[in-house]
């Protein structure tokens, strides 16, 4: 039987309804694998009596912490019910804070732009900027910032600078050359020949060419009149204005000789009153960068190559050069943080400039140190440091007491920077997938600032800019976790207004009747064949798991160039052999000189031969890695599905890929699909997994990375009927072995990869090592590999050549091809209106149907039934235009 985490004490199932029974069928089965005393199991009883727990005198604050145990063991469903009968009651108020962060985001967001990057408050938090598109087609859009937000300008061009007063600003237009373009379509041609080296290197040519083109430009915001100012011929490469917005201050530069790769002498310069010829304020040539017109318009900060902070005095004309780099100043006091090295050391340097004392060193480590930010009264700083595996956040004041951590969690803590005088911004995890954090200083509370209110969609991060007075910030994120789509969203948090009860109310009713349909629809895809599935996850063996670990891992680095590499695809070879199966080696040559091979298994199909299932994972390595968790773990995953499967083959054929060259460039998966397509194989799904086994907790979680929604709902299905596993999911395939798939196929792929994606802190690290592998979390995500792709090779494939056309009477006849499995008895279709798509069902039994529909645009959608009940695992789905 399979472990139903909802439904079941123990394997016994509880009624769907009912006091006693829901509330028990809801907690009890989350303690299995847990030691349960019979005193507690009693004290529930008693404490369940009554017809509801929330309403027993005392029991409030012990129904939310049960709620909070069931959420945090991935009850979801439970866990709402429970939260939404504290936010109805008397003593909602008491509550809300703590469920709305449970559940997602304390403090309202509004959505700014469906699309932007670059954002930036001005220096009174009433303004803020954010630009769309790239290139020459880049364009700045101003917005206000009040009771609503709502755009006053938009224009093209980039890099727009705020004046202090708000009131005008600077920003640099493109006109693109010839050469400019052909610089940027051989750049694409290197990057789809995954030549990286070369690309980086014509990238720094086209920029340099761009700066050369590029116009500043400064706009009046009250009147959206422009003017250009004089720079012929210099690279304009960073703008600050001056604390009184009357003098422009730029990094720009000229080209040194005739040969465009030769580095451009580089100085300050100032247009004071916004006119006339550029006045040099340095001579040196040298590169700079982090250009800031400090406050009180007295002097400039900037950095000379990546060892050199200089403060440049506009009164005296002198530099005082400081040994160090990535400096942060307070914005209302007159003061400096900066790190240097000290032999083995790094430390942390404070100085006021206009004293001419010498920097006071705060901070000394031989652990690394990056990022410092000061705190607006210059009174603290922050900076992320790595004691261990792990970055964290730290601070101290700026007279060198107080030093301590104010994050500890594994995953990296990176970027800080204060909002107020108390309180840090910083985003956690790997670079593309970060979520931002409030750090407390003086309470020591640690807050979750942004995420998408939905219970398994992750939502990755990108930018923040925070207004001065902070009480906004705006967020660059991928909110609906789609990473696919190149655009990204603008949020505003406000952090002055949290969530109400009523909308804390209907986004929990929400959630809830999301997670009701996803486990109605997942309960009813696996019914008919639940029991053969359920004996199939029960034969994972934990113990085979490790040993193919343990064997992996013993080669060490596993990269294509690594003695590693070829023993890890002969004892794959060896291991699948002794399944029963007759694997192949796909040999090629991913690099001129190098060879090496994919190891390929079929299990062939029992009624569809022809339509074939891949799973696949990549067994490669870093090169500096052994790579337990990228990707050992996934190997391992696949070595046990393709045992357990052996003598079970499914109605279509399976096809187990252990791909090699992945963390070459993708290089295995691509031979094994260029492959496929020449020889016309018909793939119509595929699982591809990738780092399985790094638990950020005691929670067993990991990430649905998908461009298919209903393999998508399939593997969350398979994760709580048939494993203890808590799934999440992000549309994703970019930069994975999925990505092959994906060109030649469509959107035909799932699989696993990672919490939240990519969260392990010793992904491609030395320290990828088996002993931070959680064998248990392993095993689950075995079990719902198994149950995975045994459902999708059993079940009627999607759909293809659905087309419909309007008739006369508001008619509209819909066709599609013919199912290519056996024993289709019928079809089901489902048409309405966008917000409505399944409002209407019928069942016929030809690949057509007549449908009714009004004069508005609408959505129709069929799959297929075969005989024993399964229907296709995805929608087949078209868009009838309105008239």
Do not use: C
């Not at 007491?401 to 309180?423: A, C, K, W, Y």
């Not at 260029?674 to 799904?685: E, F, N, P, S």
């Amino acid at each position: 039987m399979g472990w139903d985490s909802e439904r079941t004490v123990w394997g016994r199932p509880f009624p769907a309804q009912g006091g006693v029974g829901i509330l028990l069928g809801h907690f009890l089965p989350l303690t299995k694998g847990y030691s349960m005393s019979r005193s507690l199991i009693i004290g529930l009883l008693v404490a369940v009596s009554s017809s509801s727990l929330v309403a027993q005198e005392g029991g409030l604050e012990r129904a939310f912490e049960r709620g909070r145990e069931m959420w945090d063991h991935g009850n979801y469903r439970a866990a709402l019910e429970t939260y939404l009968e504290l936010l109805r009651g008397n003593e909602a108020d008491r509550f809300l804070k703590r469920i709305a962060l449970a559940t997602g985001e304390l403090y309202e967001v509004e959505e700014v732009a469906i699309d932007g990057h670059a954002v930036r408050f001005s220096s009174g938090g009433r303004l803020a900027a954010f630009e769309t598109g790239s290139g020459g087609s880049t364009r700045t859009h101003i917005i206000s910032i009040g009771t609503a937000v709502q755009q006053i300008a938009e224009f093209p061009g980039r890099g727009f600078v705020f004046s202090p007063s708000g009131d005008r600003g600077a920003y640099l237009t493109l006109e693109e050359s010839e050469e400019l373009l052909q610089v940027r379509a051989e750049v694409d041609r290197l990057i789809a020949q995954r030549n990286r080296r070369q690309a980086f290197q014509l990238r720094r040519r086209a920029a340099l060419i761009e700066a050369q083109l590029a116009q500043v430009m400064v706009r009046d915001l009250r009147t959206q009149s422009e003017s250009p100012l004089s720079l012929d011929g210099m690279l304009k490469l960073e703008m600050s204005f001056s604390d009184d917005g009357n003098t422009l201050y730029l990094i720009a530069g000229v080209q040194a000789g005739s040969d465009p790769d030769d580095a451009p002498l580089v100085d300050v310069f100032g247009l004071p009153e916004l006119a006339g010829p550029p006045v040099r304020l340095t001579s040196d040539g040298r590169a700079k960068s982090g250009l800031v017109a400090l406050p009180g318009n007295r002097f400039l900060m900037f950095t000379v190559g990546n060892a050199r902070v200089v403060v440049y005095d506009l009164l005296s004309g002198e530099s005082r050069t400081f040994d160090g780099h990535s400096p942060a100043y307070a914005a209302d006091a007159l003061a400096i943080a900066f790190l240097s090295e000290d032999g083995d050391y790094t430390t942390v340097n404070v100085v006021t400039p206009a004293t001419g004392s010498a920097p006071t060193v705060v901070m000394r480590s031989d652990r690394p140190l990056r990022a410092p930010a000061m705190s607006p009264d210059g009174n603290w700083v922050t900076v992320q440091v790595m004691p261990d595996h792990d970055w964290e956040i730290a601070v101290v004041r700026a007279d060198g007491t107080g030093e301590r951590l104010v994050s500890s969690e594994i995953q990296h803590d990176r970027f800080p920077r204060f909002l107020s005088n108390d309180l840090i911004l910083a985003p956690k995890g790997e670079g593309r997938h970060q979520r931002s954090y409030l750090y407390d200083i003086g309470t020591s509370e640690t807050i979750k600032l942004f995420h998408n209110n939905t219970v398994r969609t992750i939502a990755p991060e990108y930018e923040w800019a925070a207004s001065p007075d902070a009480t906004k910030v705006l967020i660059v994120s991928e909110r609906d976790g789609d990473t696919i789509s190149p655009e990204r969203g603008v949020y505003l948090v406000h952090l002055d207004r949290t969530v109400s009860r009523q909308a804390l109310v209907k986004r929990l009713e929400e959630s809830l009747a999301a997670e009701r349909d996803l486990r109605a629809r997942g309960e009813a895809m696996f019914a008919p064949v639940r029991s053969e599935i359920s004996g199939l996850t029960e034969s994972v063996s934990a113990e085979k798991l490790y040993s193919y670990q343990a064997a992996l891992f013993d080669f060490g680095s596993k990269f294509i160039t690594q003695p590693g590499n070829a023993r890890a695809a002969e004892y794959i070879f060896n291991m699948l052999e002794s399944f029963g199966y007759e694997p192949e080696y796909q040999w090629f040559e991913p690099r001129p000189g190098v060879r090496s091979a994919n190891v390929i298994v079929t299990l062939l199909g029992t009624e569809h031969q022809e339509l074939i299932y891949v799973v696949s994972s990549h067994f490669d390595s870093v090169e500096r890695g052994p790579g337990a968790d990228d990707n050992t773990s996934g190997t391992a995953v696949l070595l046990e599905t393709a045992r357990v499967l052996a003598d079970h083959p499914m109605a279509a054929t399976v096809k187990f890929a252990f791909f090699t060259g992945e963390e070459a460039g993708l290089l295995g998966s691509r031979e094994f699909v260029r492959r496929a397509v020449r020889a016309g194989d018909r793939i119509v799904g595929a699982l591809n997994n990738d780092m399985l086994g790094w638990a950020n907790s005691h929670r067993l979680d990991n990430t649905i990375r998908y461009s298919n929604a209903g393999i998508r709902d399939v593997q969350h299905a398979a994760a709580f009927l048939f494993s203890h596993l808590i799934t999440y999911d992000a549309k994703y395939y970019k930069s994975t072995d999925a990505h092959a798939y994906y060109e030649e196929y469509g959107d035909i792929v799932g699989g696993i990869g990672s919490y939240p994606v990519l969260g392990n802190p010793h992904y491609h690290q030395v320290t990828d090592e088996l002993e931070t592998i959680n064998q248990d979390l392993v095993t689950e995500t075995a079990k719902t590999n198994i149950a995975s792709i045994a459902l999708l090779a059993s079940s009627p494939s999607r759909l293809t050549g659905l087309e419909a056309q309007r008739g006369a009477g508001g008619t509209v006849a819909v066709r599609w091809s013919l199912s290519p499995e056996v024993g289709i008895e019928s079809y089901v279709v489902t048409y309405g209106p966008h917000h409505d798509p399944t409002r209407y069902t019928m069942e016929v039994k030809q690949p057509r149907a007549t449908i009714s529909l009004t004069a508005e645009t609408a959505v129709v959608a069929v799959k297929a039934m075969n005989a024993r009940g399964l229907s296709s695992w995805d929608w087949a789905r078209t868009i009838v235009v309105g008239r």
